[in-house]
């Protein structure tokens, strides 16, 4: 027989389940009894258009947060400015309705967590309550009595909601109230003057007539929009910049390792007399190390230029077989001694439609990277493939290989797998990425497949030209 699963609640989780029951059972309570009387004493129809229109504001609102530069708490729902209105301009019974449905809607709609819509909706009903009472407090007045009162209620509704999240968050994080509270009410006092403002202004306009409120609904709803694509354009602008400081970092402690040798083997061949052997020893330092100076700044002028030209159209085409054989004995000639190349290709293999420049860089980068992450005695191979129309390019090696799970993320931007899966050895995480994104542009395909610790194969395929 099959035993029963039980899911796991988490240890903080259970803290708050109290204080969760708690909350939804009085808010149950209180909708139960707005709702009874609501349904004995009927309101009027306009009553119930408008509350209706208060409502489906308060949805579209909770639904869709506004991003407030400088708040760290996240989006702000507008919804209370609508949950306060109907407080104010009609009474307890109806500001719990619509508290109630605004928040059981959204958040099953997000198909959030039980818990969750409970103790939500729960704190939108008990404050949505407590500012409907406030507001039966104040008497019939002019326009100043209502914005005040329209103030008031605002904040009563703010301090019930805050104080019952700010409780929960205690419970969860295991953290004295007060601290919690203190953390709370920084974080969203901003959003709240706002959102008493716009109530403000809100039940102000509905005073001399609705319709002239429904005409609030143009620039609030392009004022969410606007500082929503505001919001998105900055978070990408910080995302850039923070790619800038670790570009600068990286490039910089690239230069500098092969600067070093290259100065360091220049001023000893100056001050000193050496033997011939020491002499062309740090000659072929100074060659290996400016050669690895010139092809990171090559990576970084590369990157630059494929992030402005995009989707240019591939017009010539070249012989596959001359560039693989240009390319491996160009490799050749800086080979560590104890590492192989070899190649295998398929004789009959057509021309390419790409350019060959591209693909010589593609494929120097693979090679490259190839002879990088190998070990000292790795053997590389090079192959070219006809598979249906397409032309297949691999660099084969035996070297460290790469896990699974970053098999796909080596193609990103600066990407690089840890350093100590990489025996320290030193790069840009750019290579790859300048590969793909070549690649890409010339209607191709890259791919890795990789063991740890058994090697890995990089491949790309290219169209072939049109006989
Ligand atoms: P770089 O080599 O400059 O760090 P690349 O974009 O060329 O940047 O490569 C990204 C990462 O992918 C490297 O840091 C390395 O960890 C891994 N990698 C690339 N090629 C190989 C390879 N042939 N064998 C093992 N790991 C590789």
Redesign the pocket.
């Known amino acids: 027989m099959g035993r029963k699963l039980i899911s796991p609640v988490s240890p903080e989780i259970r803290r708050a389940l109290p204080l969760v029951a708690v909350v939804s059972a009085c808010s149950i309570c209180l909708l139960v009894a707005a709702v009874w009387s609501l349904a004995t004493g009927p309101p009027q129809g306009s009553t119930a258009v408008g509350a209706l229109a208060l409502l489906s504001s308060a949805v579209i609102a909770e639904a869709f947060p506004v991003p407030i530069e400088g708040v760290s708490a996240g989006r702000t729902s507008l919804a209370t400015v609508f949950i306060v209105a109907a407080a104010v301009i009609y009474d307890w019974r109806i500001a719990v309705v619509v508290g109630f449905l605004t928040m059981a809607t959204v958040e099953i709609g997000r198909r959030r967590p039980p818990v969750r819509i409970a103790f939500n909706t729960g704190a939108y009903t008990l404050a949505a309550a407590a500012a409907g009472a406030t507001a039966g407090a104040f008497g019939e007045g002019g326009l100043l009595m209502l914005c005040i009162a329209t103030l008031v209620v605002s904040t009563v509704f703010y301090v019930v909601n805050i104080a019952l999240l700010g409780l929960l968050f205690s419970r969860l994080r295991d953290q004295p109230v007060l601290q919690t509270l203190r953390g709370t009410l920084v974080s969203t006092t901003v959003p709240f003057a706002i959102m008493a403002s716009l109530a403000v202004i809100l039940v102000g306009l509905w005073d001399r007539s609705p319709y002239l409120a429904i005409a609030l609904i143009g620039p609030l709803v392009a004022i969410a929009l606007y500082q929503r694509r505001q919001h998105d354009t900055l978070d990408r602008l910080r995302e850039l910049d923070r790619l800038k400081d670790e570009f600068i970092a990286i490039t910089s402690h ?1 230069l500098r390792t092969p600067l070093a040798s290259v100065y360091g083997a220049a001023m000893t061949l100056q001050r000193r007399e050496l033997a011939e052997e020491q002499r062309e020893s740090l000659l072929g330092v100074v060659y290996r190390e400016s050669g690895r100076l010139a092809r990171l700044v090559d ?1 970084v002028l590369w990157a630059s230029k494929l992030e402005r030209a995009h989707g240019t159209p591939e017009s010539g085409s070249f012989d596959p077989i001359e560039l693989v054989d240009d390319v491996v004995a160009a490799e050749h000639a800086h080979l560590p001694p104890t590492v192989s190349l070899t190649v295998a290709m398929d004789d009959a293999a057509p021309r390419v439609a790409a350019d060959g420049e591209k693909v010589k860089q593609v494929l120097v ?2 090679i ?3 002879v ?3 070990t000292d005695e790795g053997a590389i191979e090079v192959s070219l493939r006809t598979v249906d129309d397409c032309v297949r390019f691999s ?1 084969r ?1 035996d ?4 896990p699974l799970v ?1 098999q796909r993320r ?2 990103d931007k600066f ?3 840890d350093p100590d ?2 025996r320290g ?11 793909k994104q070549l690649v890409d542009q010339m209607n191709g395909r890259i791919w ?1 497949a ?1 063991r740890e610790g058994e ?2 194969t ?1 491949a790309f395929e290219l169209p072939a030209a049109q006989a």
Do not use: P, W
Not at 399 to 402: D, H, K
Not at 425 to 435: K, W
């Open positions: 690239e990576q980068n693979l490259d990277n190839a990088k992450y190998s660099v090696d070297g460290l290989g790469i970053e080596i193609f990407h690089r797998l899966m990489t050895v030193g790069g840009t995480g750019l290579g790859l990425y300048i590969c890795v990789s090697g890995s990089f």
